[in-house]
């Protein structure tokens, strides 16, 4: 009743169960039912935006799109965007195994309500949001305000988007919270080679994969001019030849993984 709709805007409303098991179902019926009617042209649209509720584990939303050949073939996965309350976040960080996996999982963080508390609690938070979360851009936003720009089309699962780290994650300057989600990141020039690295993926996802909440990666392999880009959620995990590496370019692999305490 809330949402401001345009008229040939569609909500359709999943309110019988937990994300993770009834509503997956009903989400995969209703993407299907959606992806019927525009190919038999009675509805048009471009994106599909799905919100959870608040205290929601993304991880089965991310995952139908992994696990449903005919959603997989149908629908772009895009992001995975979250909101933090500047004001209680430190608090439901605390409190709440949920809010951590969001910001695990999100590929762009909007803060609300930074107007409220003081410069160095912002900065603080949003260190803590950074140590937990490298790869997600940060944004402040007033009252929702921001470019549409900036929560859509982003391509946050695109194999062959770029690996975004930002690099003052590695900068100690505020107060570390011991959150069970954090993140690392692993580089290395040396080539690799293909098996091996396969074999060391696969077993990692084995036994890791319930605790894995993102992972990705540019790798550069021996024997090819292209570099191997992977990512995965949880358990789920692809990867494909991206773009050549440029003439110049430093050849050097480059991992980010995000999860509940992953053994670094």
């Known amino acids: 009743d809330l949402l401001l709709q345009e008229r040939e805007e569609q909500i359709v409303e999943m309110n019988n169960g937990c994300v993770c098991c009834t509503v997956r179902c009903d989400l995969v019926r209703i993407l299907g039912d ?19 509720t608040g205290l929601a584990n ?14 997989h073939g149908e629908y772009l996965r895009d992001a995975v965007i979250t909101v933090v309350d500047a004001k209680h976040g430190q608090r439901t960080l605390d409190e709440h195994d949920e809010a951590r996996a969001q910001v695990g999982f999100a590929d762009r963080i909007l803060l609300s309500k930074p107007d409220l508390v003081a410069e160095d609690e912002v900065a603080d938070l949003m260190a803590r949001l950074r ?12 009252f929702g305000e921001t470019d549409i720009r900036e929560v859509l089309d982003i391509r946050g699962f695109n ?3 770029a690996l975004e780290v930002d690099p003052a994650f590695l900068e100690d300057t505020h ?14 020039a040396r080539p690799l080679h293909m098996e091996k690295i396969e074999t060391f993926l696969s077993l990692m996802v084995q036994n890791y994969g319930e605790d894995l909440l993102r992972y990705k990666g540019v790798l550069n ?44």
Do not use: C, Y
Not at 236 to 260: H, N, T
């Open 34 to 52: 959606l992806g019927k009617k525009r190919r038999r042209g009675e509805l048009r649209f471009d994106r599909v935006v799905i919100e959870t």
């Open 58 to 71: 993304p991880g089965p939303v991310a995952q139908t799109f992994f696990m449903d050949e005919g959603i």
């Open 131 to 142: 140590d937990m979360n490298p790869r997600a851009h940060q944004k402040r936003v007033h």
């Open 159 to 161: 194999l062959n988007a």
């Open 175 to 188: 107060h570390h919270h011991d959150d069970d989600v954090k993140s690392f990141v692993w580089k290395d």
């Open 221 to 264: 392999m021996k024997g090819t001019d292209r570099k191997v880009i992977f990512q995965g959620v949880h358990q789920l995990m692809g990867s494909d030849l991206g773009p050549q590496w440029a003439e110049g370019e430093a050849r050097q692999s480059k991992m980010v993984f995000i999860g509940i305490d992953l053994p670094q």
